[in-house]
């Protein structure tokens, strides 16, 4: 099941970057957030697949999700400019952004190489 962040959550669970500078993962396991606004098209396109992977690896990784619209300080402080985005996070390295509403496979690919999740 995908989670929905706010900032107070996304601090706690993700990145607090008002106590750090450098990139420091809160999380335990790997974590997709998927910046989105409920007006969004492909955004709503994305979401089905999100909750089936949110099930389907729900030991492996974390899904969240972050309303660009209700969170805007967090959609700034990383540059979301088109909707959706997704931040791929793996545990001990740096974070890749995808822009655009990615195909299942494509989500599925970017879980194997960048979060060593299969």
Known sequence: ??????KETFLSKVFN?????A???EGEKPAIIDFYADWCGPCKMVAPVLEELSEEFAEKLNIYKVDTDAEQELAQVFG??????????PVGEK???AVGALPRDSI???MKDVLKVE
């Not at 970057?17 to 500078?21: A, C, F, V």
């Not at 979301?80 to 996070?89: A, D, R």
């Open 23 to 25: 990139w420091k993962f």
């Open 17 to 21: 970057y008002e106590e750090n500078d």
């Open 80 to 89: 979301i400019q088109s909707i959706p985005s997704m931040l791929f996070v």
């Open 108 to 110: 599925v690919q970017a």
């Open 95 to 97: 974070p890749q952004m």
């Open 1 to 6: 099941m995908t989670e929905t962040l706010t």
